[in-house]
């Protein structure tokens, strides 16, 4: 089982993306005291319950208050005789969580700062430079930006070191530390000093912080005169706003057919699940439907507002990381014979969390229920006692067929056959877990140890005036950079150099993917998201393949709305 504080975070991080709705929500502090009745209800009912039933529930509470002395006694030991001095938080945290996983692998604990992350990420907002951090090796690195943050604007970049802090070094500093420091009131400023790679001197910065609106659409472009092209990266409270304006442009610019990409996406709150399907459905077809044992927790989710592109051709792409909320649009596109699921089969995510405010901004996501297609499905894959098969589902290799009981079999509106668990089998399969390519070991070693990232570090953008200087054996590049053989083998020097052995067989079979990778991580660094997204869209074999398929995506939307049936 994964018991590092790295990976508890990430349990915590991926349950929290899941359908935490309006339904299923954070209840904020001023609601406490709206919730005393409620409170003294429940004694109320316990006491009668207790008249009623007598020494069966006299019996339950006396079990649990012998727990719980047994519990304060033990930490009240460790605090009083363990060798060395103990954070009480740090055990009661652990304790909470290690509770929890003897549930299922996305109930977890989140302590005040990973809550508090949770919470912006569902907010899609908040104030800052607009920068991802990590520490790694003792620097304050970051890890990602926002275009058109503060720091995106004074030309901060991924790679760069956030070396000073108000003129104080911020070596050895916790992420905490430099989040508390570099976030503050909208319109105030920070004076920051960066260590880049192929500078002698730290680059001096004045940054003035703004209201961070958190991206959930990276892409929204035309890929031909009629097709238009959609990444949905997320779900957050902004999620359907963001695509109904994208809808639009891409509707004025001609788009007749949409290929919409939820690669790689892991979910997030169950209202914007339901919107985002609504889009691309006609008031009245059922979206989703939950059931579970606490109240309210049976609820049936249909589409209720009429939409402009409940008649647009329409492709999904996803892949064996889409989850939860993700799968809820695919699941009920499919179920509705809506149009065509392409990629891999999905991850596999059916619980739903509700998020409970335990103490001191610390949050619980507990499973509450379970959610379901259109068409019955259960869609969550089953686990093992310690969830590590789970847990790392997207390493394994994908077959083209899986093998299915006859009682998971369901049936769409035209009565194609589809199964529930173990996630979304696609209409049309084919592998990509790494945008969209199939690499070797070689690629892929390159793409997690974070070769292609670090090498666009190298590259400046022609013309740039951010940063006036250029440091030494920069390269500049126009927006219209092609990936050179030269390019090629300046990588596999570089790569040689940070000793990933490289095997020529493998080297030519990954070609097209690494130039790939190459210009993807250069044009992410320098021109924006959008060329990015774009050049890679143009030879990711995943979206090529999809784009091939709307003659057959149209074929079956339009004989679903006649209302016949596949046999």
């Not at 943050?149 to 070596?171: F, H, N």
């Not at 949409?258 to 985002?276: E, T």
């Not at 035209?414 to 690629?443: N, Q």
Request: net charge negative.
């Amino acid at each position: 089982m994964l018991r590092s504080g790295q990976a508890t975070a990430e349990r915590a991080i991926r349950g929290t993306h899941c359908e935490i709705g309006a339904y299923f929500s954070t209840i904020p502090v001023m609601r406490i005291t709206r919730s005393l009745p409620v409170v003294v209800m429940v004694v109320v009912v316990s006491a009668l319950a207790g008249g009623l039933f007598g020494g069966r529930v006299l019996a339950t509470q006396d079990r649990v208050a012998e727990q719980y002395r047994a519990f304060s006694n033990a930490l009240a030991v460790i605090e009083t005789n363990y060798v060395d001095e103990v954070d009480a938080d740090r055990l009661i945290y652990s304790a909470i969580n290690g509770m929890l996983q003897t549930l299922d692998p996305h109930s977890s604990f989140m302590d005040p700062r990973t809550y508090s992350q949770m919470r912006e990420r569902q907010e899609g907002r908040y104030y800052g430079l607009g920068i991802t951090i990590q520490v790694i090796s003792g620097d304050i690195k970051v890890i990602a930006l926002f275009e058109g943050s503060p720091a995106y604007m004074q030309g901060i970049r991924r790679g760069d070191v956030i070396a000073e802090i108000e003129g104080e070094s911020a070596k050895g500093w916790t992420s905490d530390q430099a989040v508390r420091s570099l976030r503050g009131p909208k319109g105030s400023m920070v004076n920051i000093a960066i260590r880049r790679v192929g500078y002698d001197a730290l680059i001096p910065l004045a940054v003035m912080r703004d209201e961070i609106n958190i991206q959930t659409i990276l892409g929204a472009f035309m890929v031909s005169e009629s097709t238009g092209y959609i990444r949905l990266r997320d779900f957050s409270e902004t999620t359907d706003r963001d695509l109904g304006v994208a809808l639009e442009e891409l509707a004025t610019q001609g788009m007749q057919q949409l290929l919409l990409d939820l690669r790689d996406n892991p979910g997030g709150p169950l209202d914007q699940a339901i919107r985002v399907a609504n889009r691309f459905l006609p008031r009245g077809d059922m979206i989703v439907y939950t059931r579970g044992r606490v109240k309210n927790s049976d609820q049936d989710y249909y589409a209720r507002e009429d939409s402009d592109f409940a008649d647009l051709a329409l492709i999904v792409l996803v892949n064996r990381n889409s989850a939860s909320a993700s799968e809820i649009v695919a699941g009920a596109i499919q179920d509705h014979d809506r149009g065509l699921i392409v990629g891999e089969t999905t991850f596999g995510k059916a619980l739903v969390q509700s998020i409970y405010q335990v103490s001191q901004g610390a949050g619980l996501a507990l499973t509450t229920a379970r959610y379901y297609t259109p068409s019955g499905r259960l869609i969550q894959r089953p686990w093992d006692g310690t969830f590590d098969e789970y847990l790392n589902y997207s390493l394994q290799d994908q077959e083209r067929e899986r093998d299915h009981s006859i009682a998971d079999l369901k049936y769409t509106d035209s009565g194609r056959h589809v199964y529930s668990g173990g996630g979304i089998d696609p209409d049309r399969f084919m592998a990509g877990p790494i945008e969209g390519f199939d690499p070797t070991p070689l690629g892929r070693r390159l793409f997690t140890r974070q070769a292609f990232s670090d090498y666009a570090q190298r590259y400046s953008a022609s013309g740039d005036k951010r940063i006036t200087e250029q440091g030494q054996d920069r390269i500049n590049v126009d927006r219209d950079f092609e990936v050179t053989d030269e390019m090629l083998s300046d990588f596999t020097d570089f790569v040689t150099q940070k000793r990933i052995m490289i095997d020529d067989d493998e080297l030519s079979k990954d070609e097209v993917f690494m130039r790939a990778m190459i210009r993807y991580y250069i044009d992410l660094d320098l021109f924006g998201v959008g060329d990015a997204r774009r050049h890679l869209v143009e030879i990711d074999p995943q979206a090529t393949f999809a784009l091939s398929l709307f003659a057959d995506a149209k074929a079956l939307t339009q004989l679903s709305a006649a209302g016949q049936s596949i046999q």
